[in-house]
């Protein structure tokens, strides 16, 4: 058990003991270390419903706390905050247990849920730009969070590939190359086996197309029958199509795996299509789903919305389906075949109001259970230096593999400025420069409140100094190496003891926050407690190597528990980075 959380239980009780509820007792570290080492807020919180003054209520409580062994010291500050110290053989005991746990004492939790993390969102005829950056890489990470809590964690991109965009470019293809075999009516003839496209094609197709639309409304008719054309099973439009979605998914998959992210599924809006006739039909027979203006549509607003919320679009007036359909029918899958409890939307705040519709309607439908649990996870925007969406010089989107090259190179410049890894071999070197720039990149977006919008800084991201991913891999390389130093002069971490110094006793208080941080990042859906914590424990970790001589310490217990911290610190960081998605080189 944690420090905290057996603080908590020992403080719970003894409001328990006074006839108020025990979640009073609720631990966090203190805000004032200088005068303790945690604290409870309770007697403040309990003072309205009890009917007493707080300092009544604290002085009650801490009459009940002051034999208890392992609190050192417990006393009252201000109106009623309870202060609170361990002894330092309770710290050594809570620190050991972690160092002999292989999960840092972090819990499973008792009921594991099946979660699904729906994230990155690529589509069809695009290559992934900076604007799925953020999705994916607080998706992962909140992915990983929640399957080291033991979770049971599906990852799924959802890639776009059903809707009225895909009309659009079998329209615009059909005008340029009328002679291709796709566009003919009737029987399925014979398609060529390559793809006639490239995604760069698609890329120039797809905003022309977009455009062209908005100008020419016959041209957007013909889009909107090939939609319809399509989701009705047309041979050729089918065959195209499965082109267009594999060039694309290649190229993601390519980016995905620079990036070093994984999904368990790779499924597609496309892939509900099935669901969607009975669900409407089930939807228009139950009167959730009604006529207008020749679309079917569900009201989703509420009597006590604040602003107007628009219906959401069930099937367009041409009879296509379109995003919110497919979301809803996804739903119905998600609960269906994957039997999930929680679905994590991570998507940008943008689309705020369509996760309102959708997870309105699917409630109306009686197509989420009321157990179902939808989330929104919407983040900001990742800026430029002029605090406007980062884009090229010129302009442009700027393509994600480009910008992974950047944050390499940028990367590789810090290693030689710092002289790092100066006399590896080179393709070492340039595995190493890719983690660091990735380890950048991502520090640098989950460090910040995921709603806040940010400033991609590549200069102060790839810095080995200050908050950054590349200071927290260089402090993981350093404790590894201390390690194996240690283990050739064959000296053996051992059991850790009672703290001497404070920069010692520091670093353990820190370290055994572990549990609570990750429970706290996970219910939060917030990977930036992670980071936070990270970059705290590696400072810790710094003035704690400054003050103990780890191997030049003399007495054998005190450096067998020194390492053993150490050992534990090191173990630490590397899960901390891990749930950021950020790897830890071998040696830099
Ligand atoms: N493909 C969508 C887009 O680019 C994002 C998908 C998000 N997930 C979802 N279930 N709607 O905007």
């Known amino acids: ?134 999705a994916t890489i607080i998706g992962d990470s909140l992915a990983r969070i929640m399957d080291v809590l033991g979770h049971r964690v599906i990852r799924d991109p959802h890639f776009g590939d059903w809707g009225f965009q895909m009309g659009l470019l079998i329209a615009e293809l059909e005008d340029r190359h009328p002679d291709w075999p796709y566009f003919e009516d009737g029987a399925a003839g ?12 698609l890329q120039e197709i797809y905003p022309h197309a977009a455009e062209k639309a908005r100008q020419d409304e016959s041209f957007a008719t013909r889009a909107r029958e090939a939609t319809v054309q399509l989701q009705a099973g047309h041979p050729g439009h089918t065959a195209l199509w499965r082109h267009m979605k594999g060039v694309s998914e290649q190229s993601q998959r390519a980016d995905f795996s620079e990036l070093g992210v994984e999904f368990d599924v790779w499924y597609g809006e496309s892939d509900v299509h099935d669901r969607i006739g009975p669900m409407v039909d089930r939807l228009l027979e139950s009167g959730v789903a009604e006529e207008s203006e020749g679309a079917l ?137 890719a983690m660091v720039g990735l380890a950048a990149l991502k520090f640098g977006d989950l460090i910040n409140n995921r709603s806040s919008d940010y400033i991609l800084d590549l200069d102060r991201f790839t810095s080995f100094e200050g908050k950054t991913g590349p200071y927290l891999q260089y402090a993981a390389v350093r404790m590894g190496s201390i390690l194996r130093r240690a283990a050739a002069e064959g000296l053996v971490p051992g059991a850790i003891e009672p703290p001497g110094p404070d920069a010692e006793r520091g670093l353990m208080l820190e370290l055994a926050m572990l549990p609570e941080v990750v429970l706290r990042a996970a219910e939060l859906r917030a990977p ?61």
């Open 297 to 433: 549509i569900v009201r989703v607003a509420s009597e006590d919305d604040n602003r107007e919320v628009p219906p959401l679009i069930l099937t367009a007036s041409s009879g296509g389906y379109l995003y919110s359909t497919t979301d809803l029918a996804t739903i119905e899958s998600r609960v269906r075949d994957l039997d999930a409890d929680l679905v994590l939307y991570v998507v940008d705040n943008r689309q705020t109001d369509h996760f309102v519709q959708v997870f309105r309607a699917a409630r109306l439908g009686g197509i989420a259970p009321e157990s179902l649990r939808l989330e929104h996870i919407g983040f900001g925007t990742m800026n430029g230096g002029d605090g406007k969406p980062f884009r090229t010089r010129a302009g442009g989107v700027v393509r994600l593999s480009d910008l992974i090259d950047m944050v390499r190179t940028a990367a590789k410049e810090r290693l030689d400025d710092a002289e790092l890894a100066a006399d590896y071999p080179e393709h070492e070197r340039e595995a190493i420069s």
């Open 190 to 201: 014979s398609y060529p086996e390559e793809s006639p496209v490239t995604l760069d094609d």
């Open 528 to 588: 930036n407690h992670i980071a936070d914590h990270a970059f705290t424990l590696a400072g810790r970790f710094n003035r704690f190597y400054d003050v103990c001589h780890i191997l030049s310490e003399t007495d054998e217990t005190r450096r067998a528990s020194w390492l053993g911290l150490v050992e534990t610190c090191a173990a630490s960081l590397r899960l901390l980075l891990s749930m950021l998605g950020i790897e830890v080189p071998e040696r830099m």
């Open 1 to 134: 058990m944690s420090v905290v959380t057996h603080l908590g239980h020992l403080v719970g009780s003894a409001f328990a003991d006074i006839g108020l509820d025990p979640s009073f007792g609720a631990v966090v570290p203190s805000q004032r270390p200088e005068l303790a080492q945690f604290q409870c807020n309770g007697a403040l919180a309990a003072a309205k419903s009890a009917g007493r003054p707080p300092h009544d209520i604290a002085t009650d409580v801490i009459g009940r706390l002051s034999a208890e062994p392992t609190i050192g010291k417990v006393d009252i500050a201000g109106p009623g905050f309870i202060n609170l110290t361990v002894t330092d053989d309770t710290l050594a005991a809570a620190l050991e247990a972690m160092h002999s746990d292989d999960r840092l004492g972090i819990p499973v939790v008792d009921d594991p849920l099946t979660v699904v993390v729906d994230y990155a969102g690529p589509n069809v005829a695009k290559a992934m730009h900076v604007g799925h950056l953020r």
